[in-house]
């Protein structure tokens, strides 16, 4: 099941196309009224004309937002400082026996420093929180390069 905020963006971006005068219009109003986005979303009888009518007054900020499902992600204090400390840091310099940093290594350390566990993902998210992304290594061959270039 969609919430209806999800239904309408999906459904009310894809259809908006753009009028001569400069303004949009939607192709929705027929799919709306016969209430087969309702059903696909399992949204209550209605919900769907009044959620796009206010989309299309008013734009998707109009629209309402549900609460992510599930509890919030939680860490301490300790443990972002701790995270904003190592990031930069070579995983040698605290004793870990690794070229680079990982997200599954990061929350191994992590738990050991300050006693809280947090799952991968939460350590992906506060990385990306802080501007650092988890991508794969890259090895370089600059010794060769030199070599074939020399």
């Known amino acids: 099941m969609l919430p209806i905020r999800d239904c309408v963006t999906v459904v009310g971006s894809g259809m908006l ?3 001569p005068d400069g303004g949009w219009e939607t192709s ?14 399992a949204c209550p009888g209605g919900a769907v004309r009044r959620v796009l009518g206010r989309f299309l007054r008013q734009g998707l900020d109009a629209v309402p937002r549900r609460r992510p499902p599930g509890r919030a992600v939680e860490v301490t204090g300790d443990w972002l400082a701790e995270l ?25 350390y992590l738990e050991r420093v300050t006693g809280h566990h ?33």
């Open 17 to 19: 196309v753009p009028r």
């Open 84 to 108: 904003e400390r190592i990031i930069d840091l070579n995983p040698r310099a605290v004793s870990v026996p690794s070229a680079v940093w990982t997200t599954r290594l990061l929350s191994g």
């Open 28 to 41: 929705m109003r027929g799919v709306a009224a016969d209430g087969a986005v309702e059903r696909a979303a």
């Open 118 to 150: 947090a799952a991968i993902e939460t350590v992906r998210v506060y990385m990306h929180r802080l501007g650092y992304v988890c991508k794969r290594p890259t090895w370089s061959l600059k010794r060769n390069a030199s070599q074939q270039a020399g």
